[in-house]
């Protein structure tokens, strides 16, 4: 395939020298989804696990707060954030750091108000740590150990790591959020501990250097083939991963000003699906304290990127992403940068 373009700019924390470049490694955070469901998608071609398996064929202690959800909760349900819970449901179990276990995770579940069942969408992390249980079941693996060996070892990806606590490279980008009260306007950049706890794994702890990620990128845009010959899954599970099932946001789409504006956005198995200059568009979004990520990619033209950035200004990254995304496609129009400073400046 074409040769890929791996940059590092800035610092990887301020007021130190050392500067970010392609080897330096980030918390992709909530990108990691799409791992999880790219592990899943590997006992699915092996005839281990279905996506519409009752979650309780695998997992007999599984409760939510009402039985009959209990009893129709597939797995593919654990990942199109349409079970009912709440947004952010069960995040204050693993931020900021706690000592919760995954069981505790599981036996509170049960006690989580829930709205209604399939009907719409709510971001959750909580159920992508649930999914990581069943893999675990069905597999015999722990998370980190079936993601290091089953993706990242025969991807090539030599710097990534499962969890935030198995992260052996010195060259690492710290974490940098604007602290203070909203009402004195955005304060400066300040350099801030990571918060989440190891328990994050299969919905968010996943870190990686971009260089390190351009492999999953290829054999993304492959439709799970490896560059070297072989597959790592099957072309059918890569159209099952990309195909949405919880509508996110629907609208006019796009106009002049907001070229970026989805007529639909909906979300597949561990990837946003939706549409940007007329071409279909997959991403996802990561965000910790003190790092923002995005991966985008169009697969119709064989483009791929991750953004990473060691600052939890999210907008910027959005901004250079759609800089990116017409400068690829050839198109000339926005100034994304000064309309990213227009958003970030009104606050």
């Known amino acids: 395939g074409p040769e890929a373009v791996v940059q590092g700019h800035g610092l990887r924390m301020l007021g130190e020298p050392d500067p ?66 709440p947004r952010g449901a069960g995040d204050l179990m693993q931020f900021p750091r706690t000592d919760h276990t995954m069981a505790e ?28 249980v069943v893999l ?24 990534a790591v499962a969890s935030p606590d198995r992260v052996r490279s010195p060259n690492r980008a710290a974490r940098h959020m604007r602290l203070g009260p909203p009402a004195l306007g955005l304060g400066r950049l300040e350099v801030v501990a990571p918060d989440e706890s190891p328990l994050i794994g299969p919905a968010g702890g996943i870190h990686v250097s971009a260089r390190g990620i351009v492999p999953w990128l290829r054999t993304q845009l492959a439709r799970g083939a490896l560059a070297g010959g072989g597959r790592l899954w099957s072309e059918q599970r890569a159209e099952e991963m990309w195909t949405p099932h919880t509508i996110v946001s629907s609208g006019a789409g796009p106009t002049p000003d907001q070229p970026q504006r989805s007529v639909m956005q909906g979300y597949a198995l561990g990837w946003a699906v939706s549409d940007y200059r007329g071409r279909r568009m997959l991403t996802h979004g990561g965000g910790l304290a003190g790092q923002s990520s995005r991966t985008t990619l169009l697969p119709e033209e064989g483009v791929a990127f991750t953004l990473m950035s060691n600052s939890g200004d999210a907008e910027p990254v959005s901004g250079l992403r759609h800089a990116l995304l017409d400068h690829l496609l050839g198109v000339s129009g926005l100034d994304w940068l000064a309309r990213t400073r227009a958003t970030v400046d009104a606050g």
């Open 105 to 132: 995770v599981l036996q509170a579940l049960r006690h989580f108000r829930s709205g209604g069942f399939r009907t719409g969408y709510a971001y959750d992390n909580c159920l992508y740590l649930v999914a990581g």
């Open 20 to 85: 970010v470049d392609g080897d330096t490694v980030f918390a992709i955070a909530s990108n990691t989804k799409a791992f999880l469901c790219a592990c899943l998608a590997l006992l699915v071609d092996e005839g281990r696990l279905g996506w519409d398996d009752a979650v309780l064929s695998h997992l007999p202690e599984f409760r939510m707060a009402d039985p009959a959800v209990t009893a129709m909760m597939t797995v593919r349900d654990l990942l199109v954030h349409r079970s009912g819970l």
């Open 136 to 159: 675990e079941r069905v597999s015999g693996l722990a998370w980190d150990d079936f993601v290091e060996t089953r993706i990242f070892a025969p991807l090539g990806m030599a710097d």
